[in-house]
Nanobody
Framework: QVQLVESGGGLVQAGGSLRLSCTAS???????MGWYRQAPGAQRELVTT???????NYADSVKGRFTISRDNGKNTVWLQMNSLKPEDTAVYYC??????????WGQGTQVTVSS
C-alpha cells in the first residue's frame, strides 16, 4: 500500500510564498506526481503534475507563480508557491500515479492566504 505524506501548508499573507512537499513510501514505481487542490464548496482541481520524464502541466491560474519539482529516486515532489493570492486558499492534495496503474492521494494540507 502506498502512503503519501505531505507537509508545508500554513497561513500566509497575499504575495507571500509557501513550499509544499510530499513523499511516497514503499518500494514502488511512480510515473506521475503532482498536486490538486479543493477550496470550500468547490470540486477538486488540478494544480500541476510532473511526469518521470520531466513533462509538466500547470493550471492556467498558477502558471508563472507555482513551480513543481521532483526527486524520482526519493519519490518526493515539491510545490513552490510564490505570489500567493487569497483565491489560492484550499486544501492541497498530493497525487501519485503508481505503476502499473493506480492512483494514490495524500491526506491533504491546508493552505490559507489572507488578504
Amino acid at each position: 500500500q502506498v502512503q503519501l505524506v505531505e507537509s508545508g501548508g500554513g497561513l500566509v499573507q497575499a504575495g507571500g510564498s509557501l513550499r509544499l512537499s510530499c513523499t511516497a513510501s514503499g518500494s514502488i514505481s511512480i510515473s506521475v506526481m503532482g498536486w490538486y487542490r479543493q477550496a470550500p464548496g468547490a470540486q477538486r482541481e488540478l494544480v500541476t503534475t510532473l511526469t518521470n520524464f520531466g513533462t509538466t502541466n500547470y493550471a492556467d491560474s498558477v502558471k508563472g507563480r507555482f513551480t513543481i519539482s521532483r526527486d524520482n529516486g526519493k519519490n518526493t515532489v515539491w510545490l513552490q508557491m510564490n505570489s500567493l493570492k487569497p483565491e489560492d486558499t484550499a486544501v492541497y492534495y498530493c497525487y501519485a500515479r503508481v505503476l502499473p496503474g493506480s492512483n494514490s492521494w495524500g491526506q491533504g494540507t491546508q493552505v490559507t492566504v489572507s488578504s
